[in-house]
């Protein structure tokens, strides 16, 4: 990348932003390089991070990294053999160091939307034990603590006691009545690191000692005592072994960091380019940028582009003011094959030189692994060399005009020139005669478009105007305005050839009407022509504009129309499935509580059949006729009404409730086969039949499988019936329990039959596990029975009874549900 096509661009101003998100010295320092780069997966790879890095921050407020400020100058201590770390240092670095490790920490934790933070982070090293150690050794105030080793402890109370000793001494000068007089002041100072007394100069002799100084005045001494002499050598000895022991100390702890040299040098790397990735997020999320795509095809397509440079936030964090109150207004920038050049129009203070700056600095912005605020979608190629010819850029000094200086930087670019190449240039032909520098500003966008370069121009040319709109390759877009005011609206129109109004802005600006009308006087009448026309075309552009527009705005509210409209229909679909199942529920519980009064009515008939049995069973033995034995006509009625009342009222209530009345069936003739929808005879139960087994079918009624004679079934059509309840009882006493058959005694022919009955009839009940007791015997009925159960379609499985429920004797059966 050309250094000063960044200076024109301003992306050293992005950087001072980005850096300044940073929170450590490192991640500053590597900040304020920060440059485009020209290597696609590089790129790739930065853009990546930084997007983790957005997403982590989205949910948290940054890494938790702390980096002393004058971090550099520990690193230089530890790079210098025995040169101990001061204590504060050292609790610096320790607190740095942990916190690189809580970092290490937390994004382990992420999971695997966060591959790149993850990675970056897994070769880090835990310092874990000299942190400890520094803690242990160093209190928060920077001071080394007594426990640091056996000698310090040893030596600091040997000190403790001394200077005890010596004060003690110094106290008696200083209460003692023969000495007390002869001090200047009642105070014990320090002189040269030894305690000493303030004693009078003209008592010189009064107390023996060694004078240490005079006042300034000379009227006072500073007196060691003789007595004091030998404490304070002692004192002066062990503040020496003090020193020397805390040295060793911190020595100790220093050379620790400085044996893992290495492991301490990839954590400082690894919380550098954290430090980074969180700024570039930090700066991502302050513009509202997003990725862009790395276009493979040299696409550039920047949707919704804005300068970041001219947003509130940007501006307040480069201590510009206050930022201006309106956010930039966003352009498209589209170079989409085979359009590779754009020529921009419009009227001054219009726009155009902000686009051109906001491609380049976006350009730039991406190379350089940052987020650029544009549009999802947004795409961008990766350029090996940029250049900008913004602005002007005269020299006095050098002798150079602003069109000398335009074409030096033109002729810097072609030398300079590598592919993919991005060019922008700034009224390329301006400061020079109009026709001339129209014709050459045409031959340098020719130029560059034939060495492959994609570029970007601005004019107010007008030949350039028609080569835009007549070239292959090249189109033109210009920068609308307010047909009213004349004010800029800031926004690109492709297609449009568009005006510079330098006459109409004039007069906007407060030029004197004279002047404008003079000026309009003095167009020649092709130039008028020109002129309308081109007013033409651009009314004809903005009446095209504006029902494109009112055709967008109705289309999106007809989608949204048709968002709610399916959403509606989701809800009342949805209403209707939960009152389905409500429905459904309902009827359930109602059919069960019907079941369980069915079942109770059984029971009951079974009973009064037992009873009535038992009565006939006591004529026989009383020797009443014959005739009179069993059960007469009267009792079995009587018995069957009573059933029979009781039933009806157990239906009447299920068809009092909320259900529908049944649709009626329609028979319709054919065969019997599977898929088949039938009604069981007897039964009035809907189904349909799953398998055809000789005379036999096995029909799905609910969920349930029955097996039944085939002419029993009759062949239905037309809707299902909701509900139907037919019931028939039977009055002779069912042997046993509901949930146990007992074949004992039974030939296979008899036993058989019994049970396929039994086991129909289970299915009207909740029971799930029945018990066959069939004996042990010469075990052909328990074989036969075997056989039958492996291949009935209500059967789930069937075992040996335990022995506590009769063993080989029994059978256990469990059913499908």
Not at 640 to 645: G, L, T, V
Not at 664 to 679: D, H, K, L, N, Q
Not at 706 to 715: D, H, S
Not at 783 to 793: I, T
Request: hydrophobic share 40%.
């Amino acid at each position: 990348m050309h250094p000063g096509a960044l200076r024109a661009l301003e992306f050293d101003r992005i950087v001072a932003v980005v850096r300044g998100l940073s929170v450590t010295p490192t991640g500053q320092e590597r900040l304020a390089e920060l440059h485009p780069s020209v290597d696609a997966t590089t790129i790739a790879h930065a853009q990546r991070a930084t997007t983790e890095g957005t997403r982590f921050l989205g949910d948290r407020p940054g890494f938790p990294l702390r980096a002393p400020a004058d971090l550099d100058a520990i690193l230089q201590a530890l790079a210098v053999e025995s040169r101990a770390l001061e204590p504060l240092r050292l609790v610096s670095l320790a607190d740095y160091l942990e916190s690189i490790e809580q970092t290490r920490s937390l994004v382990a934790r992420l999971g695997e939307p966060f591959p790149i933070l993850r990675q970056l982070v897994a070769p880090l090293s835990s310092f874990g034990a000299e942190i400890a150690d520094v803690r242990r050794k160093i209190d928060s105030a920077g001071e080394v603590a007594d426990d640091a080793s056996p000698a310090l402890a040893g030596i600091r109370e040997r000190l403790r006691k001394q200077r005890a000793k010596l004060r003690s001494t110094l106290d008696g000068f200083l209460r003692g009545r023969e000495t007390a007089k002869y001090l200047q002041e009642q105070v014990i100072t320090d002189r040269n690191g030894r305690y000493v007394l303030v004693v009078r100069a003209e008592h010189r002799s009064s107390i023996p000692g060694i004078v240490h100084g005079t006042s300034a005045s000379g009227a006072s001494l500073f007196l060691e005592p003789l007595g004091t002499v030998e404490v304070n050598n002692d004192i002066v000895a062990l503040e020496e072994q003090e020193l020397e022991e805390v040295r060793r100390i911190l020595l100790e702890l220093t050379d620790r960091f400085r044996a893992r040299a290495d492991d301490l040098q990839q954590a400082i790397d690894i919380a550098t380019e954290l430090d980074v990735i969180q700024a570039r997020a930090r700066f991502s999320i302050m513009v509202g940028g997003v990725e862009p795509v790395i276009a493979q095809d040299g696409a550039l397509e920047l949707k919704g582009a804005r300068h970041p440079l001219l947003m509130q936030s940007v501006q307040e964090r480069l201590d510009s003011g206050p930022g201006t109150r309106d956010s930039p207004v966003p352009v498209d920038i589209l170079l989409l094959s085979p359009i590779t050049t754009l020529v921009i129009t419009g009227p001054n203070t219009g726009g155009k030189t902000v686009a051109l700056k906001t491609a380049g600095l976006l350009v730039a912005m991406a190379q350089a692994g940052l987020h650029v605020p544009a549009e999802q979608g947004s795409r961008l190629p990766v350029f090996r060399s940029l250049f900008a010819d913004i602005g002007d850029a005269q020299s006095i000094s050098a002798s150079l005009s602003t069109f000398s200086a335009h074409i030096s930087h033109v002729v810097s670019m072609d030398r300079e020139l590598a592919l993919p190449s991005l060019v922008l240039l700034d009224e390329i032909g301006a400061g020079t005669d109009p026709i001339e520098g129209s014709a050459l500003g045409i031959a340098v966008i020719d130029h560059f478009r034939s060495r492959g370069a994609h570029l970007i121009a601005t004019t107010h040319y007008d030949s350039l105007k028609s080569y835009a709109s007549t070239t292959p390759g090249v189109t033109g877009a210009s920068f609308g305005f307010d047909p009213g005011t004349f004010a800029p609206t800031y926004r690109i129109v492709y297609g449009s050839p568009g005006r510079s109004l330098a006459i109409e802005i004039a007069a906007r600006l407060g030029m004197p009407t004279s002047v404008i009308a003079a000026a309009r006087e003095n167009l020649s009448e092709p130039e008028k022509q020109l002129a309308e026309h081109l007013k033409r075309i651009d009314d004809d552009l903005r009446r095209v504009e504006q029902d494109r527009q009112g055709l967008a705005r109705e289309r999106t509210a007809v989608t949204e129309a048709a968002m709610k409209l399916r959403s509606r229909e989701d809800a009342v679909r949805e209403r209707e499935d939960k009152l389905r199942r409500r429905l459904d529920a309902k009827l359930d519980d109602r059919l069960r509580d019907a079941r369980v009064e069915i079942d109770a009515v059984v029971e009951g008939l079974k009973a009064k059949a037992a009873a009535l049995s038992d009565q006939a069973a006591v004529r026989l033995r009383t020797g009443e006729r014959l005739r009179a034995a069993g059960l007469n006509t009267g009792e079995t009625g009587a018995v069957r009404a009573e059933a029979r009342a009781a039933l009806d009222e157990i239906a009447n209530r299920l068809k009092g409730g909320a259900t529908p009345e049944p649709a009626a069936i329609v028979e319709e003739p054919g065969p019997v086969e599977p898929g088949t929808r039938v009604v069981v005879g007897g039964l009035g139960l809907e189904g349909i039949v799953t398998a055809v087994q000789g005379d036999h079918a096995d029909v799905d009624v609910r969920g349930k499988r029955l097996r039944v004679a085939l002419k029993e079934l009759r062949v239905i059509g037309g809707p299902a019936p909701t509900a139907k309840v037919s019931i028939s009882v039977d009055l002779q006493p069912r042997e046993g329990l509901l949930s146990e058959l007992n074949v004992i005694g039974s030939t296979v022919e008899d036993a058989l039959p019994r049970l396929e009955r039994f086991l129909d009839a289970s299915m009207g009940s909740d029971l799930r596990e029945l018990r066959i007791v069939h004996g042990h015997g010469t075990g052909q009925l328990r074989r036969a029975v075997a056989a039958f159960l492996k291949n009935h379609p209500l059967v789930e499985r069937f075992e040996a009874a335990p022995q506590n429920q009769g063993g080989g004797g029994a059978t256990v059966v469990v059913l499908k549900d």
